[in-house]
């Protein structure tokens, strides 16, 4: 039951109140919404409990190269914290996320093919509002869509 | 293009005078697709600690007069609230519209009765929580911890105790709009003569 990772070397912190925070209901309609009127691909976008929200889930009926399928699993907090993960038949996994993190960027980025908790890279979307974020993540998601490949994924910037 | 020229400051790029990236490409393609009004109002929608009219603008990539006119239209309409700091207002989602938006979500997807056994499961698990970890609230719960890893387990269960106290509250405020309305009392429909005489002409 003890924190893994970096060891004992951390310095305890003040204020461990909120890493994440309560999961904003409305915004993961919204983002729910937002995905299935702009990706294609989504074949069912659902909440896993609609009365009490945690996560929702798109499923998409390809996925990023081989892969015949895959899935975002999403959160997003009422203080603007958030996490979309990534995840394929191939078990390949990788997440764009905002929160919180020892020892990390609050916007990071854990890559594939494990999407692994540590180390993380710097997440290459910089914008902050629900219909910005989603927009970003889809686009990200397309490119390596579009391209084939989990490569690039995390550059804000498409090759030519 | 014309909020553009304001985009640079609003997020930060790594390099600066880069080509278009996914950040730049995003804000363009929601100007593109939305209205000044339908911006401001997604901005605030989602603003529950009070902002000025100013931040809200940059968020919404609008001029701060947009903002404030459309800010001021919401008022009205009960969707935002306001508070005075200083000089300044700020603004924020009111907690009636939390509620409303929430309870029309839930009624448009769920009986009265299938809400009503949600909320009984919802009360059940807080019990659960309190009972497993000894503790009566998610606060006391974080104190009693040492969480700076929203990845860590511990930190899953205190959102999701977080997340369920206020499902919990919103959905027996959407019950009870549920059970208002279906009695006829809010809209005057109901058989009684004491509901307010605001529309004579209401289908009886």
Redesign the interface.
Known sequence: ?T???NGGS?Q??AD??E?????????L??IRDLFVDAEPLVKSASLD??????TLSVELSDGVGSAASSRFDIRW?????YAFHYTDQQNRDFRFDC????DAPTRHFHPPPDAS?RPVEPS?????????VT??VR??FRDAYDRETFDGIND???PP | MTDESRAPNL????GGD??P???E???A??VED?TPFERVH??V??T?DPESAGTIAE?ARVSPTTARKHLRTLVDAGEVTTTQDGGTTLYRRSETA?VT??AQ??LD??TPE??AS??A??KTTVREWRSEYDVESP?EF?RT???????????GV???W???????A??EAALAIEEASRTGHLSGTDTDDEGPNSDASAIV
């Open positions: 039951m924190e893994r990772g951390r305890p912190q461990h109140r890493v994440f925070g309560p999961i904003d209901a409305g915004a309609r919204e409990d609609p009365l009490n929200p945690q907090s009422l203080s603007g914290n929160h919180p993190k020892p908790s290459c979307i910089a914008v902050r509002d629900v219909p910005l927009r970003a686009q990200r804000a910037e498409n | 997020y930060r790029t790594d880069e080509p990236d996914v950040n490409a995003v804000v393609e929601w939305t997604a901005i929608r989602r529950y968020r939390i938006e929430h979500a839930l997807e769920r299938e809400i949600g909320i499961e919802m606060e974080a911890l040492d969480i700076a890893d929203a990845d860590s387990e511990h930190a205190l959102t999701e977080r997340t369920t106290r206020r499902n919990l919103l959905a």
